[in-house]
Structure formats: structure tokens, C-alpha cells
């Protein structure tokens, strides 16, 4: 253990990058909805995040697409297909992992070019060249729509409804 620190400590001084630390530009953004993080880095970069741990060495951009814990009640179907840029990240703001950090995401979108050893839940083994994959990976008990849309040139949106749960009159949730 006491090695792979060091290891690490080398790493991230010889310009690479571990999680948000090193040689990594990391953004935090928001919508309505969801949290968006995004993550590139050239050089050696490691990941230990149970959503895309790995390593990759040479250059890959990751956006993760988390949800919010409260769905607003003005958020509705209706008003996301009238208003779909309302789903945009447009606005940047101060970056706070502890705020991710105990969410689990609902759609990682991953571009990577060099070599790759993958270690996580959706992918292990080992790549090399130029690749990129989406995933969405919602709870078993989701009751509601996602939606996520990425396209090259740094646009991505996101929506995570759930509909409003009819409460009894004692204020409990009725199922």
C-alpha cells in the first residue's frame, strides 16, 4: 500500500492524474434535474471511481450524469419536450466533490484514444486505439423518464423525472 502511494505521488507530479487531482481539467454543472461532472485529461490517467475505474494512458474525456436528490414539482414531461434546452448545462458551478460523492450516476459518457486497462462494473480488460461508449444505468425502482443526450462540441442535456407520489391525508406516501 505504501508503494502505491508513492506510486501515485509520482504519477500525479510527472503530469498525470488521479481522480480530480494532477494533470486533469474537472467542471461541475447543474441543471434542474441532474448534476453533470466532467472530466479530460491527457497523459496517464486514473480513475477510481466505481463507475469507470481505470486506467488510460494518452487522452479521454468523461462526462458522468448524476441525479439530484428532489425532482422539482414544476419539472414535468410536458414541460421537458416544450423546453428542451431547459435540460442544458449552461452553468457552471464551484466544483464540491463531496457533493458527488456519495451519488451513484445515471449515464457516463466515455471517449478515450491510447491504452486503456478497465476495471469497474461495465467493462474490464484492456484496450488500445480510439474508443467511446455511453451508458445508462438507472435504479431498479426508477419510476420515471431520463433523458440524456451527448454530442461532440461540448453539448450535453440531461432530465431525470420522477412523478409526483399521491400522498394520503395523513402526509404518507401512497402506493
Known amino acids: 500500500l505504501?508503494?502505491?502511494?508513492?506510486?501515485?505521488?509520482?504519477?500525479?507530479?510527472?503530469?498525470?492524474?488521479?481522480?480530480?487531482?494532477?494533470a486533469v481539467q474537472v467542471h461541475y454543472f447543474e441543471n434542474a434535474s441532474c448534476y453533470l461532472q466532467t472530466r479530460e485529461a491527457w497523459g496517464g490517467y486514473l480513475s477510481t471511481a466505481s463507475a469507470d475505474a481505470g486506467w488510460t494512458l494518452g487522452h479521454t474525456r468523461r462526462l458522468t450524469v448524476y441525479p439530484k436528490a428532489t425532482t422539482p414539482?414544476?419539472?414535468?414531461?410536458?414541460?421537458?419536450l416544450q423546453h428542451p434546452d431547459s435540460t442544458a448545462f449552461s452553468q457552471e458551478i464551484p466544483a464540491d466533490p463531496a457533493l458527488l460523492q456519495h451519488l451513484r450516476p445515471y449515464a457516463w459518457s466515455d471517449t478515450s484514444q491510447g491504452?486503456?486497462?478497465?476495471?469497474?462494473?461495465?467493462?474490464?480488460?484492456?484496450?488500445?486505439?480510439?474508443?467511446?461508449?455511453?451508458?445508462?444505468?438507472?435504479?431498479?425502482?426508477?419510476?420515471?423518464?431520463?433523458?440524456?443526450?451527448?454530442?461532440?462540441?461540448d453539448t450535453a442535456k440531461?432530465?431525470?423525472?420522477?412523478?409526483?407520489?399521491?400522498?394520503?391525508?395523513?402526509?404518507?406516501?401512497?402506493r
Open 2 to 22: 505504501r508503494w502505491w502511494g508513492i506510486a501515485v505521488g509520482l504519477a500525479t507530479l510527472n503530469g498525470c492524474a488521479v481522480n480530480g487531482v494532477g
Open 158 to 174: 440531461a432530465a431525470a423525472i420522477r412523478p409526483a407520489i399521491p400522498q394520503s391525508p395523513g402526509g404518507s406516501p401512497e
Open 73 to 80: 414539482a414544476s419539472l414535468t414531461l410536458d414541460s421537458l
Open 115 to 153: 491504452l486503456g486497462i478497465h476495471a469497474n462494473a461495465h467493462k474490464i480488460g484492456v484496450s488500445l486505439g480510439v474508443g467511446s461508449r455511453q451508458i445508462v444505468h438507472l435504479p431498479e425502482n426508477f419510476d420515471g423518464v431520463f433523458l440524456f443526450q451527448y454530442q461532440d462540441g
